[in-house]
């Protein structure tokens, strides 16, 4: 073992997300672990002849950022197939997917990303009668099918999500030559973020994409800590599987974090479960859940020591998942002992929150969910479809901090990309994208809130608080380094901020242009 630090980090901004307010100092790291953090400078004993000295001024150090619900199953269809982007008539979309047929299996699908305009079915079915086209459009929020496809998968260009589509991805996850590369693309695209540890979600048994987990963790490979769950889609939970996945991942890159599963819909759609129907409606939810089966699942995955993310949008979906919490296992204090989760958590009820917080449950939020929203279209939304008296419970994330909720942060990425400094700008500022007004700025954190949410809050609903989620000695250094002072740069200038370096493990896995 070295006995000078491999990398020393000083700046006048260091927040460890330990409890003190950020403060001009350094931290030391070697061998991947933090040696020192501290106030004031280095003592030049410290610096050896090989020791990396990065004089950072005003840029923020703080621990490695942790999203806690991404999906790169349904970032990865982006790439998926050939690519279409430069197609600019269907002869030429023919012409590509001609030439990939003769490459592939003939049991394969023909697969496509980056189509740029509509192809009717029965262009596709004259062209592939038999074998079935999946064409996704640019951003993947729709796809060009033909009939064959339709029939093989059961899904259609209506219903063109992660979950109807999830009978392709066989094709995708099992395609290894495909896969790994993007994986290790994915991992780049996140620690260009400064994010160091992820919860993934993967659909049933992951449809063999832990094999690719275990080579590179095996090789040394992973730029990234996985975490991942299974959330049941095409067939029922398999507790057997994440059995072998708890006993098979061990180490410290990639582990199994238990189930995951979604409950109600979004209050836009009426498909978030509510307390009281809708306003004009006699309907609280025009989706049918059902909960008992979500409480078997529940129970029986916390029998076995399995903890459980319930994905809940609407007040009567959180106040409904909490009562099947209630029958967890808990301490003495109350607190349930597996740490489940609730995800998303649109419009609640304060009433529940505090209940949240007496039984110990995590939040899953999405501090950035206000960026991809219109100021004038949210708020007519809520008015016509909760009112404003139950709108004022709306991204309410004040009320889970006074509650003593532990709070981690998401993106629902492919829905969201990290971004911590868009992320402060509408959950601490409450903005819209367009600016203006703050919306419930009441229901908002604070800059320290938020940074400890997508650090240490992300490292206790990984239960990796011992060695992750802090800058404190002992504890492995992964670190994110923002372009300026996350904490004292206005608001409304704050997205201007960048990454500019991530350490993973003690190594600089990102070095930006703003170093």
């Known amino acids: 073992m070295s006995e000078k630090p491999e990398l020393i980090l000083m700046s006048d901004c260091i927040y460890t997300a330990a409890g003190s307010a950020p403060f001009s100092g350094y931290v030391a790291v070697e061998n991947g672990i933090i040696t020192a953090t501290a106030e004031g400078t280095v003592p030049p004993e410290m610096i ?97 099918m033909n009939t064959a496809a339709v029939e093989a998968y059961h899904f259609d260009p209506e219903h063109c999500w992660p979950e109807a589509y999830v009978a392709i991805f066989p094709y995708i996850l099992g395609d290894k030559e495909f896969i790994r ?55 029922a939970i398999d507790f057997e599987y994440g059995e072998r996945m708890r006993d098979r991942f061990q180490g410290a890159k990639v582990s199994f974090s238990g189930y995951n599963q979604m409950t109600d819909g979004s209050v ?3 498909k978030a479960e509510l307390k009281r129907p809708y306003n004009g409606t006699d309907s609280c939810c025009e989706e049918k859940i059902d909960w008992q089966k979500l ?15 319930l994905h809940a949008q609407g007040d009567g979906a959180v106040a409904r998942t909490l009562d099947i919490y209630e029958k967890c296992g808990r301490d003495e204090n109350g607190k349930v002992l597996l740490r489940q989760a609730i995800t998303d958590l649109e419009f609640t009820d304060p009433i529940d929150l505090e209940r949240m917080g007496r039984l110990g449950v995590i939040a899953e939020i999405y501090p950035q969910i206000q960026s991809i929203a219109q100021r004038d279209s949210k708020l007519a939304m809520i008015r016509e479809k909760i009112g404003e008296e139950r709108g004022a419970f709306y991204w309410n994330r004040r009320k889970m901090a006074d ?11 492919p829905l969201l990309i990290d971004d911590i400094p868009q992320s402060v700008y509408h959950a601490v500022g409450g903005y819209f994208p367009e600016g203006g007004e703050p919306f419930n700025l009441k229901n908002m954190l604070t800059r320290r809130e938020l940074v400890d949410a997508w650090t240490r809050g992300g490292a206790w609903n990984l239960g990796k608080e011992d060695s992750l989620g802090t800058l404190e000695a002992g504890k492995k250094a992964d670190i994110a380094v923002l372009s300026g002072d996350l904490f004292t740069v206005p608001l409304e200038e704050i997205r201007d901020l960048k990454v500019c370096l991530t350490v993973c493990d003690g190594k600089i896995v990102y070095e930006g242009d703003q170093l």
Request: aromatic share 12%.
């Open 48 to 144: 050896g002849k090989e020791t990396r000295v990065l004089e950072l001024g005003s840029r923020t150090v703080t621990p490695g950022f942790i999203d806690v619900h991404c999906f790169f199953t349904g970032y990865v269809v982006r790439f998926l197939g050939a690519d279409l982007s430069g197609c600019g008539n269907v002869e030429e979309v023919i012409s590509i997917l001609n030439d990939c047929a003769k490459q592939l299996p003939g049991h394969y699908p023909l697969l496509g990303h980056g189509l740029r305009f509509a192809i009717p079915a029965e262009v596709l079915d004259k062209a592939y009668e038999k074998r079935p086209t999946v064409l996704f459009v640019e951003g993947c929020e729709s796809c060009a």
């Open 181 to 235: 590369p993007q994986f290790i693309e994915y991992m780049k695209m996140m620690n260009s973020h400064g994010v160091t540890s992820v919860k993934e979600m993967g659909f049933d048994d992951f449809y063999g994409f832990d094999e690719v987990l275990s080579e590179l963790e095996a090789e040394d490979a992973l730029t990234l800590r996985v975490n991942f769950m299974s959330q049941p889609v095409a067939r």
């Open 268 to 270: 836009s759609e009426y």
């Open 295 to 309: 409480e078997d699942w529940t129970l029986e995955a916390d029998r076995r020591g399995f903890r459980f993310s």
């Open 403 to 413: 509650s003593g909720v532990t709070i981690s942060c998401g993106t629902d990425l």
